[in-house]
């Protein structure tokens, strides 16, 4: 058997072989127990001396050749099924499963709990269907006056509605508890609005009620302004503005120092320092009445701040439908 030719055949065989199957069929064809090298070695008995060590040579030679060949087309195969995708690496570590949080509307309500649970207020909820009279007629807004229309309602059957604040819980808790009292309250609320930036027809309040013989608008000062600087852990300065709520007697529109200029007049707060953040005021003495509180005995202030909006000047967000969009980009970031 010329050696030579074999040689040139099994090269021409490796060029050719297309997979593993290919590769094996050719090791099996050239080195196999009945493979062409198996044949030489059998027929080296049949030679002279000189023959048989020139053949013998060449024979192992070929071998060894035809190994290396072999191995490196098996790795040259292997690298080509990598290319296409189809290899798996096994030794990668497994994708862990994707672990959820809370919404940063929960995260900023449970702030909001932990502060004024410290300072000796209760949690307390109301539902979220009413009826017109703790929405409105309690909290001396009459029917037909025009005070109701500060509150675009979406109204329900048999004189129910969607609450469009929180303030409703303040006379529920009242009727149910006696003063002295305490109590913050987290809710949803509703607005039949257009919606933009700053408005959606759902949103997040924090209604505020403290009652007691002697509780004045410098207990609501200091308590407010305690709140809020540990809301944004840093200190923060109050300002309190003159402003109608039929359910208060003085009422005021709370501003609070720009958190993000700290006063000195940025985008943010329009040059001004001072940004809007609640209403509050002193209990009007109609809703203690319509409560069944004696107003003759018992005095204290209430507030409603909007949880959307305290979220929006933490994280610094400035459009509120971000909040109900389920948008992974944007609820991953919290
Ligand atoms: N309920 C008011 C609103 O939704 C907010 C508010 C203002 C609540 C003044 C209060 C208050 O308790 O005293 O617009």
């Known amino acids: 058997m010329d050696i030579k030719l074999l040689k040139t055949e099994a090269e021409k065989d490796l060029t050719l072989s297309k997979d593993l199957k290919d590769l094996d069929d050719i090791f099996r064809k050239y080195l196999g127990k009945k493979g062409s090298i198996a044949e030489i070695f059998n027929s080296l008995a049949e030679m002279s001396k000189k023959d048989r060590i020139k053949a013998g040579k060449e024979a192992n030679e070929l071998k060894s050749f035809l190994i290396d060949k072999i191995n490196q087309k098996r790795l040259d195969l292997a690298e080509t099924i990598k290319g296409k995708e189809q290899w798996i690496d096994i030794s990668l570590p497994a994708k862990g499963p994707k672990t959820g949080h809370l919404h940063p509307l929960t995260l900023i309500k449970r702030k909001v709990s932990e502060i004024f649970e410290s300072m000796g207020f209760s949690y307390i909820e109301g539902p979220e269907i009413e009826n017109e009279f703790y929405n409105f007629d309690a909290l001396n807004i009459p029917k037909d006056h025009p005070a109701r229309d500060a509150w675009d309602t979406f109204y329900l059957d048999k004189g129910l509605l969607l609450r469009t604040h929180t303030s409703p819980v303040q006379v529920r808790f009242?009727?149910?508890?006696?003063?002295?009292?305490?109590?913050?309250?987290?809710?949803?609320?509703?607005?039949?609005?257009?919606?933009?930036?700053?408005?959606?027809?759902?949103?997040?309040?924090?209604?505020g009620l403290m009652v007691g013989k002697d509780v004045s608008t410098a207990n609501f000062k200091a308590v407010i302004k305690e709140f809020f600087s540990r809301f944004f852990g840093k200190k923060i300065e109050i300002r309190l503005r003159p402003s109608f709520f039929p359910?208060?007697?003085?009422?005021?529109?709370?501003?609070?120092?720009?958190?993000?200029?700290k006063g000195k007049g940025c985008s943010v707060c329009s040059k001004t320092g001072w940004v809007e953040i609640m209403g509050?005021?002193?209990?009007?003495?109609n809703v203690l009445k319509a409560s069944g509180i004696n107003p003759k005995f018992w005095q204290g202030f209430a507030f409603g701040i909007g949880i959307d909006r305290l979220a929006m000047m933490k994280y610094k967000i400035n459009d509120i439908r971000l909040f109900y969009s389920s948008d992974l980009r944007f609820l991953e970031q919290f």
């Open 280 to 285: 509050a005021g002193m209990v009007h003495p």
């Open 247 to 261: 359910f208060v007697e003085p009422g005021f529109e709370v501003d609070i120092s720009c958190v993000v200029c």
């Open 174 to 207: 009242m009727e149910k508890n006696n003063p002295p009292l305490r109590i913050f309250v987290p809710g949803r609320v509703f607005r039949h609005e257009a919606t933009d930036a700053s408005h959606e027809v759902n949103f997040y309040q924090i209604e």
